[in-house]
């Protein structure tokens, strides 16, 4: 039995290919060799390991062993241990994955393409940059036989138009307006799609490079496990993972402060403000404390879009560690959203970081330090899910502020949502930068990974000065658009294209009928007011997905400008009757 575990140790460590499951029983020789071999984590690291070079000696070693020890091959009484192995369907039976799994468990599946001769282009994310890939593929032409196989990943079942999030608390936009289903934009192409999280990713183009050139042979560019234990083995990968809100970063702010960054998030803080709004119905009442931290683009457009929601029922408070609002934006949208800031008596505290929120304990009052140095009473007891904000100074000349409110909006900080690799094979790492996004070159794959492509706020890409990119919706969106050319490129044996980002100019709401766009191509110019609320629509209606979906939102919002122009009318007549 020794001899047996000697020889076919490495098998097990990630051998030749099998055809089809199999199940192998081996006992262990002592207690501490049973918990190493039922360790999950061994199994895990064992998912992705490399195929071996020389398959046709270890393909002899063990069908050798098989048939010399078949008999013996049965000792585990009480918990079986079963080996799932992929076969790839490429033509190139290599052993690409084995997993442990307990009894209760499923067993991982293999997703099937439609057609094994064609590409397969797996797509992980399904925001700006994965679906415009995804449809900028569809849209290319191809030869009869280079056309891929599409496949999205993404682990919601909606399409999120980010920009457009703020346009949900002031009731200009409905749901599916800005988050249409996947399978509805999909409806009319090739593209599959799969809603699931991933999990691990096993990328093997890394290897064998100089075999994947030759014409004629579609060798594997890698694995992804999902988080359901589907495997996908694709040709070429692009990561559109986007990112996520990064909230732990003071105490108290992954508990009680609310993100703004998905569709889920928005529907939270939209439910939230309509609980305090009818809690908080009545002259008598107290207002509404609406804490914002942060003050860019995000922070600043909530504060807007907020504070003319609530009116004079409500207190908005922005903070920010920068001395200026929005620094990195262009002067005219800065002085722009300064001036309706302003007039709508938004209190910012510039200069200031947050160190820490907690929540008022409702066994006790509390004693709150207001701007301007007056201390207010707090009765707990008759204030349900109150928050304290402590600031402290980032700049010279500043003192602590205590600050109070009712719900808490954090706009700072995310990080990028990269997969995790094969721990046990060093040689596939990813190059990250020092916010977790994979460095690419200039056509957007990957350094050292020729077959995978990132983009959006997965990619490290910088331009010609040197400067990174921003993660916005923006750069998202022309990447797509090359990312697709250079798939088409690569798959068709062309050169690839470098990408060169073009800044078209920035946009922002300011409100229901108040915005700020700055075009690029005319300098100095700023657009505000209805003009720049026009203009930002109009531009963000040309950029939804599908041209479907374009006419459908066109002639929604259409309607809703005629009711509301009606409305305004109406009263307008009725005023200047009554006054009359």
């Not at 690291?45 to 070079?53: I, S």
């Not at 080996?83 to 442990?100: A, E, T, W």
């Not at 046990?424 to 794959?445: C, H, K, M, V, Y």
């Given at each position: 039995m020794s001899q047996l575990a000697g020889r076919c140790s490495p098998i097990l460590g990630g051998g030749p290919s099998v055809n089809g499951p199999r199940r192998a029983e081996i006992r262990p020789q002592s207690r501490r060799d049973l918990a190493h071999f039922r360790s999950s984590r061994?199994?895990?690291?064992?998912?992705?390991?490399?195929?071996?070079?020389?398959?046709?000696?270890?393909?002899?070693?063990f069908l050798d062993c098989s048939r010399r020890y078949t008999g013996n091959l049965s000792l585990f009484n009480k918990t079986p241990v079963?080996?799932?192995?992929?076969?790839?369907?490429?033509?190139?039976?290599?052993?690409?994955?084995?997993?442990?799994t307990s009894e209760g468990e499923t067993e991982p599946s293999s997703y099937t393409w439609p057609d094994n001769q064609r590409p397969r282009v797996c797509i992980l994310g399904g925001g700006f940059g994965g679906l415009y890939t995804a449809l900028r593929l569809e849209s290319l032409v191809w030869p009869d036989d280079r056309k891929p196989q599409v496949l999205l990943v993404d682990q919601s079942d909606r399409f999120v138009f980010?920009?457009?999030?703020?346009?949900?608390?002031?009731?200009?936009?409905?749901?599916?307006?800005?988050?249409?289903?996947?399978?509805?934009?999909?409806?009319?192409?090739?593209?599959?799609f799969v809603k699931d999280r991933v999990e691990l990713l096993r990328p093997l183009d890394h290897l064998n490079r100089i075999e994947m050139r030759e014409p004629g042979r579609s060798r594997s560019g890698g694995l992804v496990q999902l988080e359901s234990g589907i495997i996908i083995e694709y040709d070429w990968l692009v990561l559109a993972l986007g990112a996520e809100a990064k909230l732990d970063v003071v105490p108290g702010s992954a508990e009680y402060a609310f993100p703004f960054s998905t569709l889920e998030d928005a529907r939270k803080v939209n439910s939230k403000l309509r609980m305090l709004e009818r809690e908080r119905f009545g002259k008598?009442?107290?207002p509404i404390r609406v804490a914002i931290v942060g003050c860019g683009y995000s922070g600043v457009e909530l504060a807007a879009t907020i504070s003319e929601r609530l009116e004079h029922r409500g207190i908005i408070q922005a903070i920010?560690?920068?001395?200026?609002?929005?620094?990195?934006?262009?002067?005219?949208?800065?002085?722009?959203?300064?001036?309706?800031?302003?007039?709508?008596?938004?209190?910012?505290?510039?200069?200031?970081?947050?160190?820490?929120?907690?929540?008022?304990?409702?066994?006790?009052?509390?004693?709150?330090?207001?701007?301007?140095?007056?201390?207010?009473?707090?009765?707990?007891?008759?204030?349900q899910n109150k928050f304290i904000l402590e600031l402290q100074p980032a700049q010279r000349g500043l003192e602590s502020q205590i600050l109070e409110a009712d719900i808490v909006l954090w706009t700072v900080g995310s990080k990028p949502l990269i997969p995790h690799l094969d721990p046990?094979?060093?040689?596939?790492?990813?190059?990250?930068?020092?916010?977790?996004?994979?460095?690419?070159?200039?056509?957007?794959?990957v350094r050292g990974h020729p077959r995978i492509f990132a983009i959006g706020d997965s990619a490290a890409l910088r331009d010609s000065s040197g400067k990174l990119l921003p993660a916005t919706a923006q750069v998202a969106f022309q990447q797509a658009d090359f990312a697709g050319w250079n798939l088409w490129a690569a798959i068709n044996d062309r050169p690839l294209l470098p990408f060169r980002f073009q800044n078209l100019g920035e946009m922002m709401t300011l409100g229901r009928n108040d915005a700020a766009i700055s075009p690029s191509f005319i300098e100095g110019l700023t657009l505000e007011g209805p003009v720049g609320h026009a203009g930002r629509k109009i531009a963000y209606l040309l950029r939804l997905p599908t041209d479907e979906h374009r006419v459908k939102v066109g002639i929604s919002w259409l309607t809703k400008s005629v009711v509301d122009s009606v409305t305004s009318l109406q009263s307008t007549m009725t005023k200047v009757i009554s006054g009359s």
């Open positions: 061994l199994w895990r690291a064992m998912a992705f390991r490399e195929p071996f070079k020389a398959r046709d000696h270890w393909e002899k070693l079963r080996f799932f192995c992929s076969i790839s369907s490429s033509g190139v039976q290599d052993n690409r994955f084995v997993r442990h980010k920009p457009l999030l703020y346009e949900l608390l002031s009731g200009e936009v409905d749901d599916w307006e800005i988050a249409p289903s996947f399978t509805d934009l999909l409806r009319n192409t090739s593209v599959q008598d009442s107290p920010s560690v920068e001395t200026a609002i929005c620094p990195n934006a262009p002067p005219g949208n800065r002085e722009a959203a300064f001036r309706v800031l302003q007039s709508r008596k938004t209190q910012l505290f510039l200069g200031y970081f947050v160190s820490c929120i907690k929540e008022v304990s409702a066994s006790e009052n509390s004693v709150v330090m207001t701007r301007i140095g007056e201390e207010i009473s707090i009765d707990a007891k008759n204030h046990f094979d060093q040689s596939n790492i990813f190059s990250l930068n020092a916010r977790g996004q994979a460095e690419t070159d200039e056509t957007l794959r």
